[in-house]
């Protein structure tokens, strides 16, 4: 039997901020074995509002 112990690093945005690396968005974000903290940056909630919008805007437009 192997026993291993996994090590997780946890990113967690300050309070009205969101993280992201530009294709992904969170709050809390675990890191991969690949990935880094340099690879993700706080944007304020209201940009991250924003954005959202307008990604629900555009599947709106590619379902009529």
Do not use: R
């Not at 946890?10 to 340099?38: C, P, Q, R, V």
């Amino acid at each position: 039997m192997i026993e291993q112990i996994i090590e997780l690093k946890k990113l967690i945005a300050s309070e009205g901020a969101i993280l992201t690396n530009g294709s992904a968005y969170g709050t809390e974000i675990y890191l991969g074995k690949n990935d880094s903290a340099e690879n993700w940056h706080e944007i304020p909630l209201e940009e991250y509002e924003k954005i959202q919008a307008e990604v629900q805007f555009e599947l709106e437009i590619g379902e009529e």
